[in-house]
């Protein structure tokens, strides 16, 4: 394996047969994997341009999956599928399909009943999301992207910016964005809805 990646703060390591999954051999720095990986993120987003998306579609497996694999899926051959080892942070992965049901129920109720503002739907989401887990790799962007598709697609608002910054880079930024996810964490998101739309 010609890839080596330091970790930072919040992030999932990778293991040896995760590695494997690697489709483009040729990437030997982490600056090139953010890069494809990128580059794959951005055409996602393309794809998710004027397509119009119910509710009951968004907050499926189905669109959690297929999310995920459009935006990782020329990178690794195991986008959109569920991790099927163990990390530092996530719940244990046979609970996986388990929680995430029982999550986007949960969802689709407070918007069908208009429960939480459209801000506290797209963030507690995004946050039971990536407490879950779901994936290998790239849990923080995909939840990202789905509160932007959630305040887009059923509110008809613009995506959130956060912190209109890279996130996946060590900077003061990334630093606040992970302080704000520890505070979700212990049920206050007050930080992260703040974080979310700086």
């Not at 119910?54 to 990178?75: N, W």
């Not at 046979?94 to 918007?111: E, G, H, M, S, T």
């Not at 039971?128 to 779901?134: G, N, P, T």
């Not at 890279?166 to 930080?191: F, G, P, S």
Request: charged share 30%.
């Amino acid at each position: 394996m010609g890839l080596e990646i330091n970790y930072l703060d919040g992030q999932t390591p990778l293991s040896e047969e995760e590695f494997d999954g690697l489709k483009i051999p040729s990437i030997t720095t982490r600056e090139e994997l953010d890069e494809f990986e990128q580059l794959n993120i951005e055409e996602a987003i393309q794809w998710s341009f004027g397509k119009k998306i119910q509710a009951k579609d968004l907050f499926s497996e189905k669109f959690i999956k297929d999310l995920h694999k459009r935006m990782y899926g020329d990178v690794w051959l195991w986008a959109g599928s569920f991790r099927n080892s163990e990390k530092n942070l996530g719940i244990k992965s046979f609970l996986i399909p388990v929680q995430l049901k029982q999550l986007l129920d949960n969802a689709l109720f407070w918007y069908e009943n208009k429960i939480l503002t459209p801000d506290e739907i797209a963030i507690r989401f995004k946050h039971e999301l990536v407490s879950i887990h779901c994936f290998p790799n790239g849990n923080g962007r995909h939840s990202r992207l789905m509160a932007d598709l959630i305040m887009e697609k059923l509110y008809n608002k613009p995506f959130l910016t956060w912190g209109s910054s890279n996130l996946v880079k060590a900077t003061e930024k990334r630093k606040a964005y992970i302080e704000a996810i520890k505070m979700a964490d212990n049920l206050d998101l007050t930080k992260l809805i703040l974080f979310a739309k700086s």
